[in-house]
T-cell receptor, first 111, second 115 residues
Framework: EPEVTQTPSHQVTQMGQEVILRCVPI?????FYWYRQILGQKVEFLVS????????KSEIFDDQFSVERPDGSNFTLKIRSTKLEDSAMYFC?????????FGQGTRLTVV | SQKIEQNSEALNIQEGKTATLTCNYT??????LQWYRQDPGRGPVFLLL?????KEKRKERLKVTFDTTLKQSLFHITASQPADSATYLC??????????????FGSGTQLTVLP
């Protein structure tokens, strides 16, 4: 069964460093998303990507965040200068129709 | 302001009984309402979707109802099993979200089925 894959599963980084989280969405899907979940809190929308550009973004997705689909298969989330409050699980998702398929997540820990 | 509320943070039930989880929303015009399952440290997994013009949807032991007048969805698991223990998330796709159709999630209900 096709699935969304994310790497790495866990990333530890120092405050102020840049991180890139990687995702391979399901190949025939057209919409791509990043969500995050701070420990013990709800899953929150960050950004959606369609037709090689950002469709929507939330207030969380400020200038420190960027997304890219560099090669037609990978979908990346970059955080330019990480803060302690960026520590969370980051989930990539993709969809073709109404059902969204989520990856297993990257646990980002900022120290 | 917009809100999605799930009735309780935690629900314990005995194996074999029916679990009923509630999702209420305010100030949304949902095109769909979806239910996901999330296990600890894992991503949400889609279970069921119900459209605004549907009253009820079933899939095996799962049933979802949707009342747009009450602005509420009920999620039922019949003949519950310990393997059903997980956090269940309700999610809305607001009809105003445009083509992106991102989901807004409730905070989830942690279900524990006791053997």
């Amino acid at each position: 069964e096709p699935e969304v894959t994310q790497t790495p599963s866990h990333q530890v980084t120092q405050m102020g460093q840049e991180v890139i989280l990687r995702c391979v969405p399901i190949s025939n899907h057209l919409y791509f998303y990043w969500y995050r979940q701070i420990l013990g809190q709800k899953v929150e929308f960050l950004v959606s990507f369609y037709n090689n550009e950002i469709s929507e973004k939330s207030e969380i997705f400020d200038d420190q965040f960027s997304v890219e689909r560099p090669d037609g298969s990978n979908f990346t989330l970059k955080i330019r200068s990480t803060k302690l409050e960026d520590s969370a699980m980051y989930f990539c998702a993709s969809r073709a129709g109404t059902e969204a398929f989520f990856g297993q997540g990257t646990r980002l820990t900022v120290v | 302001s917009q809100k999605i509320e799930q009735n309780s943070e935690a629900l314990n039930i005995q194996e074999g009984k029916t679990a009923t989880l509630t999702c209420n929303y305010t100030n949304y015009s949902p095109a769909y309402l979806q239910w996901y399952r999330q296990d600890p440290g894992r991503g949400p997994v889609f279970l069921l979707l119900i459209r605004e013009n549907e009253k009820e949807k079933r899939k095996e032991r799962l049933k979802v109802t949707f009342d747009t007048t009450l602005k509420q969805s009920l999620f039922h698991i019949t003949a519950s099993q310990p393997a059903d223990s997980a956090t269940y998330l309700c999610a809305l796709e607001d009809s105003s979200s445009g083509s992106a159709r991102q989901l807004t999630f409730g905070s989830g209900t942690q279900l524990t089925v006791l053997p």
